[in-house]
Nanobody
Framework: QVQLVESGGGLVQAGGSLRLSCSVS????????MGWFRQAPGKDREFAAG????????LYADSVKGRFTISRDNAKNTVYLQMNNLKPEDTAVYYC???????????????????WGRGTQVSVSS
């Protein structure tokens, strides 16, 4: 049974930083891309960042490009999201997700991810 558990969320002032972690257990991790999505109150879930299985390629939403960095440690079955210069509009529940297809290219579509965590709340005050 595949399980994804996010951690690292919290309350931070605008301009601050947080580092999210997502630990994956069950099933294979090393050969699957990973993504971070977020959902703000009253809004649809949106793609934030994605990384290929090897970590060689990453993809970011325009709204977070230059401020967020996704990375992974395949030895620890963990993917990270370093978030710098946070803004109030970054407030959301952040979810990590594991891609459905082995060795696939990173994608922004939520339908390309099969397994999801329960999310961690990030709140940014102005």
């Amino acid at each position: 049974q595949v399980q994804l558990v996010e951690s690292g969320g919290g309350l931070v002032q605008a301009g601050g930083s947080l580092r999210l972690s997502c630990s994956v257990s069950g099933g294979s991790f090393s050969f699957y891309g990973m993504g971070w999505f977020r959902q703000a109150p009253g809004k649809d879930r949106e793609f934030a960042a994605g990384i290929t299985w090897s970590g060689s390629r990453t993809l970011y939403a325009d709204s977070v490009k230059g401020r967020f960095t996704i990375s992974r440690d395949n030895a620890k079955n963990t993917v990270y999201l370093q978030m710098n210069n946070l803004k109030p509009e970054d407030t959301a529940v952040y979810y990590c997700a594991k891609a459905t297809i082995r060795l696939a290219a990173v994608t922004t579509s939520s339908s390309s991810y099969e397994y999801w965590g329960r999310g961690t709340q990030v709140s940014v005050s102005s």
